[in-house]
Structure formats: structure tokens, C-alpha cells
């Protein structure tokens, strides 16, 4: 008979993964703690913008025409703990406030919660990115013939349903022995059809699963702070950073990929998690492997205080009564997540200096509302430049680059120069239409 699989906690990885393991053909369950959360999810609704992950859903969840059924959602832990065969922990594991280290508080309350009704001989398998050391601790919570595997998720935001699907790599950690051969073999089942259609299937011990994930997110945070640190380099020597990335980028060993730079890195994932990773290096006495991971963080954050700086270079030297457009407010394109958004961070600091900002953003702005009230929001991105003394493009989505008309924006603004802080758009069209086009990086022309 098939595995039947829960997945505790429905955000943008739990609910994804939910939504994947159904169309792999498993009959699934999702658990969220938040009744709202859950009422939308069973009804086909998804709480956040996802490309593709509605469309899943609606192929699967229980009770909407022509759907597979397979796919179920509760906020009761007995119902979850007498239905899963496996079940996937996939809650958050925030920064704590004020400090580097992560906030464990979800995973734990999980454990203890599912540790209650799991059934003897299930497999909990825990894919929140946890400090090194968390899984050896957390399978003492769980009951004697329960096992427990760690299982990293590697998807991003805006590409989740391809990633859960298509995976790079699948990476298994289990405990020594019988127990973890078992553990293994029912991953195996789970991820049969990914494995067959080529995704690696790697497994390790415990520590080394919780750490390829750190490492993997500080090598990603290391490359993009690398350009952005090239481009520091290239504005004080009148270099071009766009096009030192693609041309280190040809070499293989570097490849192409992750060296835009731009106002740096942001989201609910990079920035913790490779301070909390200096965080438990710390702890084990192992915080010189780390230290250069401030100094990528420095490099991130400086990035932004340079936009501002751009800004207000731009506009004379000062922001009182300047009116800024922003366009963009999400951490990046395809989603609706502002967590640590380089761009809202922008926003709010012209603010604070006295600049009257407007944003506009294709999918944030609800969210944007909440965290930033105080800012101004236009409904299009052509409202938001009116009167604009500079323009700001702070996330790349292709609707900024493809569908913006330059000449008819133009026409609407006090002063066309546009900072162009993601080195996304296409120079050439806008100075064609008569702009100041900078980019962080690169010379002025
Ligand atoms: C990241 C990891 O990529 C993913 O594997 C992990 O599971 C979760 O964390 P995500 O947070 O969705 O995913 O975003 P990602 O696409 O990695 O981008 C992170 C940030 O880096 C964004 O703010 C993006 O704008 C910025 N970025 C990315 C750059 O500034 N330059 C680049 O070249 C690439």
C-alpha cells in the first residue's frame, strides 16, 4: 500500500511539499497550527504567491472538481499522528530577535506535539533548516520505535513547485545502523521519481545533512557578496561589474550564476541562516572556519546604505522634500515575501531621512503595507514615478524590465533618472528615452 505522509507546518515549504507529495501520488496531509492557514489551504487557496503552487493544489486537495483527492488539510495532531506513515517537519526556524542564533521554538513545540501521537514504527523526517546538532537532539523527543531522518530542502522562493519536484539533489541524513538503513529505504519510496528521473541521492550522517544546507546558503551568500565587493572595487576604479561577472563567469569553476550585483541578498533564508551558522560555530568552538561570514554580512548590508547613498548623491545631496519612487519591494522577483528585503529596507531609510517615497510592487503590497505602513504605495508603477525626482528599481521583476514603457514614464516624472540597484534593466533603452541611467558598479555613461 502507498506511504501515506503528513507534512506539519504549511508556509511556503510545507505547503509546497504537500502539494508535491500528493502529485507524486501519495495520499497526504498537511498540518498548520493557524486555522486560517489551513481553511484557505483546503480550500485551494494558497497564503502566500507562489508560480504554479495554486495550480497544484487545485490538481489535488480533497473536494474541488476533478482534483486527485490525495491531498488533505487539519490542525488536529491526533488525525496527523494516526495517518502518517512519514511525516515531514517543515516548520520556520526564524532569527531570534536581537541575536544571530535561530529561533527553535517551532521545531521544538513540533516535536513535543508530534512525539504525543506519532505511531510506533513511523518515520518523522525533520526538512527545516535546523543549527548543526539539532536532529541528534530532537530523535531523544520522539518515542522509542519511532525513527527520525533529516532531510534539507534546497527550493526557492518563485521556483518552489519545480524545485520540490525536479530537485538538484536529495539529501538524507539518518543515525548509524538498522534504524537508519530503514529510514533510508522508505525515502527511497518517497523520492523514487525523482531519483529515476535523475536527481542524486545522497546520504550522510546527521550533521553533515543539518550542514550542507548551511554551507550550501553561505556559499550562495559568499558569491553574491563577492560581486557586490567587485563592484565597491569597480566604482572606485571606473570598471563595469556586469561585465566582470560574465566574463569570470565563463570560467566553469565559477560559473554564472548567483553574480549579479546589485543592493544584495535578502528573504527569509541567506541572511539567518549564515548568522545563525556563526552563531553554532560559536558554540562548538569553531567560530574562526566562520568569521568570514561577517564580513559577507557587512558586505550585504553595506550595499543598501550604498543605494541610499546613490540616491541622495543623485538628488543633490539631500532627501527633505524629495519625492523617491521605488519600484519593487519584495526580497526578489516571482514572490510576495518581504522578509529582510534589501528593497523595503532602502525605502524606509530615504524615509526616515525625510524623502517622500511611493512604491509599487506587482505582488508585495499587501505585505509591504503591513511592515512598512508608513510609506506611500501607488497601485502601478506609473503612479509611483509621477512627480518622481529619481526613480529607484529595487526588485527585478520582468514586469519592470519588459512592460515598462521608459518614454511614457518619462513624460509623467519631475527629474528622469532612474537608480537601477539590481543591474536588470536595459541601459540602452533608457537612455534612448532620455534618462540618467546609473547602476551600482558601473561607470556612468
Ligand atoms: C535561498 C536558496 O537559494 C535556496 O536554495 C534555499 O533553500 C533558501 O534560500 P531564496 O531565499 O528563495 O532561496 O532566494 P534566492 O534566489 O537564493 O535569492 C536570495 C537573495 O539573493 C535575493 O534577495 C536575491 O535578490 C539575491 N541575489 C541573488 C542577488 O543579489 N544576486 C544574485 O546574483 C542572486
Not at 522634500?321 to 523595503?344: E, Q
Request: glycine share 12%; proline share 4%; hydrophobic share 45%.
Amino acid at each position: 500500500m502507498a506511504l501515506k505522509i503528513t507534512v506539519i507546518g504549511t508556509g511556503y515549504l510545507g505547503a509546497t511539499h504537500a502539494a508535491a507529495m500528493a502529485e507524486l501520488g501519495f495520499e497526504v496531509l498537511g498540518l498548520d497550527v493557524v486555522p486560517e492557514k489551513i481553511e484557505m489551504l483546503a480550500g485551494g487557496r494558497v497564503p502566500m504567491y507562489e508560480p504554479g503552487l495554486e495550480e497544484l493544489l487545485a490538481r489535488h486537495v480533497a473536494g474541488i472538481e476533478g482534483s486527485s483527492g490525495r491531498l488533505r488539510f487539519t490542525t488536529s495532531w491526533e488525525e496527523a499522528g494516526a495517518f502518517g506513515d512519514v511525516h515531514f517537519v517543515c516548520v520556520n526556524t526564524p532569527q531570534k530577535h536581537g541575536e544571530y542564533a535561530c529561533d527553535m521554538s517551532y521545531v521544538d513545540a513540533a516535536f513535543a506535539s508530534l512525539a504525543g501521537v506519532v505511531r510506533d514504527g513511523a518515520l518523522v523526517v525533520g526538512k527545516s533548516t535546523v543549527p548543526v546538532g539539532s536532529a541528534q537532539r530532537l530523535a531523544g523527543v520522539l518515542p522509542e520505535g519511532v525513527e527520525l531522518a533529516w532531510n534539507p530542502e534546497f527550493l526557492r522562493e518563485g521556483f518552489a513547485v519545480q524545485d520540490t519536484l525536479h530537485p538538484d539533489r536529495i539529501v538524507v541524513g539518518v543515525a548509524e545502523g538498522v534504524r537508519g538503513e530503514r529510514a533510508e529505504k522508505l525515502l527511497r519510496e518517497v523520492y523514487a521519481v525523482p531519483v529515476a528521473e535523475g536527481s542524486p541521492f545522497v546520504v550522510t550522517d546527521y550533521p553533515t545533512a543539518e550542514l550542507v544546507k548551511t554551507s550550501a546558503n553561505s556559499f550562495l551568500a559568499t558569491k553574491i557578496s563577492f560581486i557586490n565587493a567587485m563592484a565597491e572595487v569597480c566604482e572606485a576604479a571606473g570598471g563595469d561589474v556586469a561585465k566582470l561577472a560574465e566574463a569570470i563567469g565563463h570560467d566553469e569553476r565559477i560559473g554564472n550564476k548567483f553574480l549579479r550585483a546589485g543592493i544584495g541578498f535578502g528573504g527569509g533564508c541567506l541572511p539567518k541562516d549564515i548568522r545563525a551558522f556563526m552563531a553554532r560555530a560559536g558554540e562548538l568552538g569553531a567560530d574562526q572556519a566562520l568569521t568570514f561570514l561577517r564580513e559577507i554580512d557587512s558586505i550585504n548590508m553595506r550595499r543598501r546604505a550604498s543605494m541610499v547613498e546613490m540616491a541622495r548623491e543623485a538628488l543633490g545631496g539631500g532627501f527633505l522634500g524629495k519625492r523617491v519612487a521605488v519600484l519593487g519591494a519584495t526580497f526578489k522577483p516571482d514572490s510576495d515575501d518581504v522578509r529582510d528585503s534589501p528593497a523595503l529596507n532602502v525605502a524606509g531609510q530615504i524615509h526616515l531621512q525625510g524623502g517622500q517615497v511611493t512604491v509599487y510592487d506587482p505582488k508585495g503590497m499587501d505585505n509591504a503595507r503591513r511592515l512598512f505602513p508608513t510609506l506611500a504605495y501607488a497601485p502601478t508603477a506609473l503612479d509611483a514615478v509621477r512627480g518622481a525626482d529619481v526613480v529607484l528599481h529595487l526588485t527585478e521583476w520582468r514586469e519592470f524590465r519588459d512592460a515598462l514603457d521608459p518614454a511614457e514614464l518619462a513624460e509623467v516624472v519631475s527629474s528622469a533618472v532612474i537608480l537601477d540597484g539590481r543591474n536588470a534593466l536595459d541601459a540602452g533603452r533608457w537612455r534612448e528615452a532620455g534618462w540618467t541611467y546609473r547602476a551600482m558598479g558601473r561607470p556612468r555613461a
